[in-house]
C-alpha cells in the first residue's frame, strides 16, 4: 500500500530554532506539495515542485522558508529561523503527472514553536 | 479556479446515505470535480471526481447535474468512521496543479 510519509509527525521547538520536515512521495509519482493547515487560514499551498523541479513557491514566506528536492525520494521543508505564527500542521502530497492528476496526502508534521 | 460553495455541516443517521451538495456555478469547461476528506488529525484523503458523467467507486458515487453547476457526493451507507470535513474542489486539468480546499462541510455521522 504506497503512501507517502512525513517525518517528524509532531516537533515542539522554541522560537528561533530550525525546523526541518521531510517528505518521501510516493514511488514514481513525480510532483510534490507542501501545503499548512491552521484554524484561521485552512489549508494553504506553500509550493510544489514538478520532476524536482520547483514550480511555484508563491504562497511561501521567502524569507524564512524554503523548499527542496534534493532527489526523487525526499523532499524537505524548512524554516530558519522559527516564530511561534508557523505553528501549524505541515502537509506534504505527491501525485503522478499524467491524465487528470490526484493528490495523495501524507500524515502531517505537526508543529509547535514556543 | 471556480469558487465552491458548500454547506458548513450536515448530520446523518448510522447506515443512511449522506448526501454532500456542492455549488459551483462558474465552473468552466475544462474544470473537473474532486472530493476529498479530512478525517480529525489526519492529511485529506482523495474520494473522487469527475468532470460530467456520474462516477461511482467503492467509497462513493459523485452526481454532477447537466448544466455542472453543482454536484453531490453520496456515501450510501454511512458509518461512524465516514465523519470528517468534506471539501468540494473544482480544478483546471490545464493550468496547474493547486487545489484550493475552502471551509468544506463537516459531517457527523451519529449512532
Known amino acids: 500500500d504506497a503512501r507517502v510519509t512525513q517525518t517528524p509527525r509532531h516537533k515542539v521547538t522554541e522560537m528561533g530554532q530550525e525546523v526541518t520536515m521531510r517528505c518521501q512521495p510516493i514511488?514514481?509519482?513525480?510532483?510534490v506539495f507542501w501545503y499548512r493547515q491552521t484554524m484561521m487560514q485552512g489549508l494553504e499551498l506553500l509550493a510544489y515542485?514538478?520532476?524536482?523541479?520547483?514550480?511555484?513557491d508563491s504562497g511561501m514566506p521567502k524569507d524564512r522558508f524554503s523548499a527542496e528536492m534534493p532527489d526523487a525520494t525526499l523532499a524537505t521543508l524548512k524554516i530558519q529561523p522559527s516564530e511561534p505564527r508557523d505553528s501549524a500542521v505541515y502537509f506534504c502530497?505527491?501525485?503522478?503527472?499524467?491524465?487528470?492528476?490526484?493528490?495523495?496526502f501524507g500524515p502531517g508534521t505537526r508543529l509547535l514553536v514556543l | 479556479d471556480a469558487k465552491t460553495t458548500q454547506p458548513p455541516s450536515m448530520d446523518c443517521a448510522e447506515g443512511r446515505a449522506a448526501n454532500l451538495p456542492c455549488n459551483h456555478s462558474?465552473?468552466?469547461?475544462?474544470?473537473?470535480v474532486y472530493w476529498y476528506r479530512q478525517i480529525h488529525s489526519q492529511g485529506p484523503q482523495y474520494i473522487i471526481h469527475?468532470?460530467?458523467n456520474n462516477e461511482t467507486n467503492e467509497m462513493a458515487s459523485l452526481i454532477i447535474t447537466e448544466d455542472r453547476k453543482s454536484s453531490t457526493l453520496i456515501l450510501p451507507h454511512a458509518t461512524l468512521r465516514d465523519t470528517a470535513v468534506y471539501y468540494c474542489?473544482?480544478?483546471?486539468?490545464?493550468?496547474?496543479?493547486?487545489?484550493?480546499f475552502g471551509t468544506g462541510t463537516s459531517l457527523t455521522v451519529i449512532p
Open positions: 462558474t465552473i468552466s469547461g475544462n474544470e473537473y
Open positions: 515542485f514538478r520532476n524536482r523541479a520547483p514550480l511555484d
Open positions: 514511488l514514481g509519482h513525480n510532483t
Open positions: 474542489i473544482v480544478r483546471d486539468r490545464g493550468t496547474g496543479n493547486q487545489f484550493y
Open positions: 502530497a505527491s501525485g503522478a503527472q499524467r491524465g487528470q492528476e490526484t493528490q495523495y
Open positions: 469527475g468532470l460530467k
